[in-house]
């Protein structure tokens, strides 16, 4: 199983909108809906952002989204801010009833 | 509060075994899937295992297929990585991770800390 296809880095400005794209195949994120997001600032444990495509746990901000089209799903975050700058995780499950990451994305704040 | 804590992380030599542990916390252990992540250093997360609730069925990366074995004793809240046969590209930071119910389902929603893993000779 291959690691799902991000972008190494996106930057932007505060206040700004970013997103970050994560790329799969029809056996894992164009399989399903079941697809996560997380965010690992530097020297962390990860953080569940996203999950099931677009859903956002309890106490994530409103500024991150998700969304998926076909074999691609995608995360936005709106109103850039300087704590937001981390590394960000796709994830999905897939067709054979494992989990594959993405790649991951340096998300930094100018 | 809702804790994964491991343990067991050490520098071992290639071809050695380890296993390491996950106590848990704070929820019911038993009522929850579990997964062990790993990322190398200065690497991307990478998944490695997952055990459903009651043990019944275990899933592995092709990467530690046939090395690895994943348990978890639900009296003790405490979940497990045995590891054999242990490879210079097992060097990692273990991380333990729940699997999420009605609340995130097909998600990884807590993690713990991570536990070192170097194999070297």
């Known amino acids: 199983q291959s690691a799902l296809t991000q972008p190494p880095s996106v930057s932007g400005s505060p206040g700004q909108s970013v997103t970050i794209s994560c790329t799969g195949t029809s056996s894992d994120v164009g399989n399903n809906n079941r697809v996560s997001w997380y965010q690992q600032p530097p020297g962390t444990a990860p953080k569940l952002m996203i999950y099931?495509?677009?859903n956002r746990p309890s106490g994530v901000p409103d500024r991150f989204s998700g969304s998926k089209s076909g074999n691609t799903a995608s995360l936005t975050i709106s109103g850039l801010q300087a704590e937001d700058e981390a590394d960000y995780y796709c994830?999905?499950?897939?067709?054979?009833?494992?989990?594959?990451f993405g790649t991951g994305t340096k998300v930094t704040v100018l | 509060q809702v804790q994964l804590v491991e343990s067991g992380g050490d520098v071992v030599q290639p071809g050695r075994s380890l296993r390491l542990s996950c106590v848990a916390s704070g929820f019911t252990f038993g009522n929850h899937a579990m997964h062990w992540v790993r990322q190398a250093p200065g690497k991307g997360l990478e998944w490695v295992t997952f055990?459903?609730?009651?043990?019944?069925?275990?899933y592995y990366a092709d990467s530690v297929k046939g090395r690895f074995t994943i348990s978890r004793d639900n009296s003790k809240n405490t979940l497990y990585l045995q590891m054999n046969s242990l490879r210079a590209e097992d060097t990692a930071v273990y991380y333990c991770?729940?699997?999420?119910?009605?609340?995130?389902?097909?998600?990884?929603?807590?993690w713990g800390q991570g536990t070192a893993v170097t194999v070297s000779s």
């Open positions: 099931e495509v677009s």
């Open positions: 991770a729940r699997h999420g119910q009605k609340s995130s389902p097909y998600a990884m929603d807590v």
């Open positions: 994830s999905s499950y897939t067709s054979s009833s494992i989990y594959v």
């Open positions: 055990i459903r609730y009651d043990g019944s069925n275990k």
